[in-house]
């Protein structure tokens, strides 16, 4: 009897890590059983980098291995990628993640030197310079190998988001996935972006004859500096990689400290997808001792960067550098008479407390008519009854926020407006980093938490009489990311959008980032510039002219 010969494609294979039940393994085996020798040399004839490895009378699954995390740990500590390769810091030392859910040590990371980034900075611009000479096609092609492998390894990924910084453990999946949708995406976009050039004549200006012939392209800008946060560390890293590297560009990534892993383990993914070394790199360690030291790197061409006050310092210090910001937002939900109360209050919960309010895009604050607002704090209380709270292990509604001093801040506006006349809707309750859902009614101007951006599981409702009162409010802020209105008269709605002082406006339905593909930008406060994919690529690119002089006019003719 012949001995049965199979072939497994190296990156497409789990981490022996990866925990699936027992349906999905049976699932992935059958789905790899049906490939047939035919259909594995095909992909690997369109893939030529990829590896292949034949084994003989053994299961794909079994008798491949993947490079496991083993690779990018010394020890107890997550190495540093730089030069394609995982480095351990000479400065000896390392960061400490902590589990917000058990207040313990989860993680080490690597503390990297001012050196180490000197180097890093050095091999980017050296990169960069080949990289902007790779066709278009050819950058495509291994983001897409990118997002492949990004979507295969979402179970060990999800699991550093769930332990490093207390997501669900579905949303936690959710983010990987989607974020090797938004690299696919970009890739496909890219290539229409940056294919498309313009060619003008110089006769359309008044007083020219057409003797110049004007070229033009989108180049790469050279070195961005990615600044992702911790709510969605691997998500928001992708944003700003995948854009910078399908635009020719090299990437120097400084990931949060809370969700740091994770995205070093992001990073691997497109380590595997074979990018040329030194392109990409990612550098981990105290923010008090390599922040500033990367903002201000004369090295760095360009930086994005999504997080807190930190951008406005950033800002200041960044000089002549082109600066994609998102900040925060103090979102505001006005709610008039004719609204679908259901709807509000389905949005309110979806909008308020998804990821116990760690979301920029959150509804930071209720702005309800006085005449449906009992109706509606009873509507949003009976669905406030309903979320599970808990370890987010166990995929509950509401879980821990990620650090003590987030929780500590957020009690301290509790107890603020509490002393100011709040009425708790709920009673106030928290256990370590985990704070139980709560409503706040009755909220007045005079307390903080109808200003402040409290990041957790607190909404506050202000009763307003009128709709300029509301925009009044939502306008006062210093913030300016979304809002949303929520009417069933389309005119109404569309005369407080556009009166209200926001980047982005939604009607019936809450404040969201995404698609990915949208426009995402705030005013004020709120930010610098644009993001979404096609926004994103365009702020990380220049133009370049290129003109023809012609001796004499020349006009085509038929």
């Known amino acids: 009897m012949k001995s049965r010969r199979t072939f497994c ?4 294979i789990n981490l022996p890590d990866v925990k699936e039940d027992h349906h999905q393994g049976e699932e992935r085996r059958r789905g790899m059983a049906q490939l047939s020798t035919t259909q594995l040399a095909g992909i690997c004839h369109a893939y030529p ?3 292949t490895y034949p084994t003989v009378d053994q299961n ?10 083993s690779e990018i740990l010394d020890g107890d500590v997550y190495k540093y990628y730089a030069e394609g390769e995982w480095k351990r810091s000479s400065s000896g030392k390392s960061v400490v993640i902590v589990n917000p859910t058990t207040r313990k040590m989860q993680y080490k990371v690597q503390a990297c030197t001012q050196e180490e980034v000197n180097m890093v900075m050095e091999t980017a611009k050296s990169a960069q310079k080949s990289w902007a000479k790779t066709p278009l096609w050819r950058r495509a092609e291994l983001l897409h190998k990118a997002a492949a492998i990004l979507k295969e390894h979402k179970a060990p990924i999800a699991e550093c988001l769930v332990k490093e910084i207390a997501k669900p453990a579905k949303d936690s999946v959710t983010e990987v996935v989607r974020s090797g949708d938004l690299v696919s995406y970009c890739a496909e976009e890219g290539v229409r972006i940056l294919g498309d050039g313009k060619f003008l004549v110089s006769d359309s200006f008044p007083g020219n004859e057409r003797t110049k012939y004007c070229l033009t392209s989108k180049i790469p800008i050279g070195v961005v500096l990615a600044i992702p946060p911790f709510n969605y560390p691997v998500n928001l890293a992708v944003s700003k990689i995948a854009p910078a590297l399908i635009a020719g560009n090299s990437i120097v990534l400084k990931p949060p400290t809370q969700g740091s892993v994770a995205a070093l383990h992001m990073v691997h993914c497109f380590h595997l997808a074979g990018f040329p070394k030194g392109l990409i790199s990612c550098v981990t360690g105290r923010g008090s001792e390599i922040g500033d030291f990367l903002t201000m790197h004369p090295g760095v061409n360009c930086i994005s960067f999504t997080g807190g006050d930190t951008g406005i310092a950033i800002s200041k210090k960044a000089g002549m550098v082109p600066l994609q910001m998102e900040l925060g937002g103090k979102d ?10 259901d709807l509000v209050a389905a949005n309110v919960i979806k909008g308020g407390f998804s990821y116990s309010g760690q979301r920029c895009t959150a509804v930071k604050v209720i702005l309800v ?16 009854a309903k979320l599970t709270v808990g370890p987010p292990e166990e995929d509950c509604d509401i879980t821990p926020v990620v650090s003590e001093s987030s929780s500590n801040y957020i009690e301290e506006l509790v107890k603020d407006a509490k002393q100011k006349g709040a009425t708790l809707c709920q009673e106030y309750r928290r256990e370590g980093n985990l704070i139980w859902p709560l409503l706040l009614d009755n909220v007045r101007p005079n307390m903080r938490i109808a200003w402040e951006e409290p990041f957790g599981p607190v909404l506050p409702v202000i009763r307003i009489r009128s709709v300029e009162e509301g925009i009044h409010h939502c306008n006062a802020s210093n913030f300016g990311l ?5 009417t069933k008269d389309i005119n109404k709605a569309m005369l407080i959008s556009d009166a209200m002082e926001t980047g982005t406006v939604q009607i019936n339905s809450a404040p969201a980032r995404g698609p990915d593909h949208f426009p995402f930008q705030g005013i004020k406060d709120s930010g610098i510039g644009s993001q979404g994919i096609t926004n994103s690529i365009n702020m990380m690119t220049k133009v370049k002219t290129t003109v023809i002089n012609l001796p004499t006019p020349s006009y085509t003719m038929g």
């Open 482 to 486: 979304q809002g949303c209105v929520f």
């Open 60 to 69: 794909p699954i079994e008798s491949c291995k993947m490079i496991n995390s």
């Open 332 to 341: 505001a939900c006005i709610v008039l008479e004719d609204a679908d109360l």
């Open 369 to 384: 008519m006085e005449s449906v607002a009992d109706a509606l704090v009873e509507k949003v209380k009976a669905r406030v």
């Open 9 to 12: 494609i190296f990156y497409q």
């Open 49 to 51: 980098r990829l590896h």
